[in-house]
């Protein structure tokens, strides 16, 4: 079954940047077919889209993150990424990509404080 490990999340400071890393092993060769992206659960809050890449490369944004964040993807590593940039307070999450929207990652923290 395919796995997927996050990383990347912490602390940052409003304005500050963050990059999500997402491994997945094994794919059996099939990583580079499948769609992969982000979503994000704030405390109280109900799961968001962020994210999400298409083969060969297209993706698609929430509008709340339009122009801040950009998600890429590395066939090669079996990696897809999501660069933060210009974080706001409300950006604090738990993040968690996916894998064909059918394997979940355990999340990673992003915290976004002064």
């Known amino acids: 079954q395919v796995q997927l490990v996050e990383s990347g999340g912490g602390l940052v400071q409003p304005g500050g940047s963050l990059r999500l890393s997402c491994a997945a092993s094994?794919?059996?060769?099939?990583?580079?077919?499948?769609?992969m992206g982000w979503y994000r659960r704030a405390p109280d809050k109900e799961r968001e889209f962020v994210a999400l890449i298409g083969t060969p490369g297209n993706t698609n944004y929430a509008d709340s993150v339009k122009g801040r964040f950009t998600i890429s993807r590395e066939n090669a590593e079996n990696t897809v990424y999501l660069q933060m940039n210009s974080l706001k307070p409300e950006d604090t999450a738990v993040y968690y990509c996916?894998?064909?929207?059918?394997?979940w990652g355990q999340g990673t923290q992003v915290t976004v404080s002064s």
């Open positions: 996916h894998f064909d929207f059918s394997v």
């Open positions: 094994r794919t059996r060769g099939g990583f580079s077919f499948r769609p």
